[in-house]
């Protein structure tokens, strides 16, 4: 995307460099006095080579979803908390698979703690999972998903196929929201709650709800069991192999104060 469609002017015209754009969309900062955020149709005269996607999602501009949530940080309810001490008792379970999410973590440059809580709402670790609807595996990924990522269906059950499949479209969703929200220069990694939040959505839903203002109660549902999993100890990362390949931050290390995912 050209320089022209990413420029975020102070008084003076200074430009922001791309690598701090996220500051501007992080929940725990205020915004700097002066900061302009070029409009859709200042994007489109710009000559955006995106004008599909953008006409696609008729997405609202990125200020006016700025810090809007799809749910508010959740709270543990006391289901919640049994059902974390239950995984929690079960290491074998909760923990096998941190390899491979460490692995296509890293090759998709995604959060690896944030694949994890996914696949925990998804399917408790389960491999053999199986949705009324046809999602299938660890990542409970619909047959077409995976073809449209490279993944013959006919795999989905394998673990390795599994995870890869779930975190190559998680990776397409956050390109889809870098495009949308103009956050061109800002690691996946460092994406914004608000944002992180509209991906996790998406994945339940479809693309379209990157931008949609009213999800389905479902949605919002989930979107709070995976934010919750993120939260707890259940998603952090314990198998030797992985705590040797990355070093990994605890639970509540890996969160701000205002909510954002490092």
Same mark, same amino acid.
């Given at each position: 995307?050209?320089?022209?469609?990413?420029?975020?002017? &102070?008084?003076?015209? $200074?430009?922001?460099?791309? #690598?701090?754009?996220? =500051? !501007?969309?992080?929940?725990? +900062?205020?915004?700097?006095?002066?900061?302009?955020?070029?409009?859709?149709?200042?994007?489109?005269?710009?000559?955006?080579?995106?004008?599909?996607?953008?006409?696609?999602?008729?997405?609202?501009?990125?200020?006016?979803?700025?810090?809007?949530?799809?749910?508010?940080?959740?709270?543990?309810?006391?289901?919640?908390?049994?059902?974390?001490?239950?995984?929690?008792?079960?290491?074998?379970?909760?923990?096998?698979?941190?390899?491979?999410?460490?692995?296509?973590?890293?090759?998709?440059?995604?959060?690896?703690?944030?694949?994890?809580?996914?696949?925990?709402?998804?399917?408790? &670790?389960?491999?053999? $999972?199986?949705?009324?609807? #046809?999602?299938?595996? =660890? !990542?409970?990924?619909?047959? +077409?998903?995976?073809?449209?990522?490279?993944?013959?269906?006919?795999?989905?059950?394998?673990?390795?196929?599994?995870?890869k499949a779930g975190?190559?479209?998680?990776?397409?969703?956050f390109k889809m929201?870098?495009?949308?929200?103009?956050?061109?220069?800002?690691?996946?990694?460092?994406?914004?709650?608000?944002?992180?939040?509209?991906?996790?959505?998406?994945?339940?839903?479809?693309?379209?709800?990157?931008?949609?203002?009213?999800?389905?109660?479902?949605?919002?549902?989930?979107?709070?069991?995976?934010?919750?999993?993120?939260?707890?100890?259940?998603?952090?990362?314990?198998?030797?192999?992985?705590?040797?390949?990355?070093?990994?931050?605890?639970?509540?290390?890996?969160?701000?104060?205002?909510?954002?995912?490092?």
């Amino acid at each position: 995307m050209p320089d022209a469609h990413m420029a975020v002017a &102070f008084q003076g015209g $200074a430009p922001m460099a791309p #690598g701090q754009l996220n =500051l !501007m969309f992080d929940a725990a +900062k205020v915004r700097p006095a002066g900061v302009v955020i070029p409009g859709p149709r200042a994007i489109e005269e710009a000559g955006s080579p995106n004008k599909k996607l953008e006409t696609l999602y008729r997405r609202p501009a990125a200020h006016r979803l700025h810090q809007q949530l799809v749910v508010p940080v959740p709270k543990e309810t006391p289901s919640y908390r049994r059902t974390f001490k239950i995984m929690l008792a079960n290491p074998a379970k909760t923990d096998r698979w941190d390899e491979l999410i460490l692995r296509y973590a890293k090759i998709y440059k995604l959060d690896s703690r944030l694949l994890k809580s996914i696949m925990a709402a998804e399917s408790e &670790f389960k491999p053999e $999972a199986l949705s009324p609807a #046809g999602a299938r595996g =660890l !990542m409970q990924v619909m047959p +077409k998903t995976a073809e449209g990522v490279g993944i013959s269906a006919s795999k989905l059950h394998d673990p390795q196929s599994g995870v890869k499949a779930g975190a190559a479209y998680i990776q397409v969703l956050f390109k889809m929201a870098w495009r949308i929200f103009n956050l061109k220069g800002v690691r996946y990694t460092d994406a914004p709650m608000w944002v992180v939040q509209r991906v996790i959505a998406a994945y339940h839903a479809g693309p379209k709800f990157l931008t949609r203002q009213k999800l389905y109660p479902s949605t919002r549902a989930y979107v709070r069991k995976v934010v919750l999993f993120y939260h707890s100890k259940v998603t952090d990362l314990r198998r030797p192999a992985a705590r040797r390949a990355e070093a990994f931050p605890s639970f509540n290390e890996a969160v701000t104060p205002s909510g954002t995912m490092y």
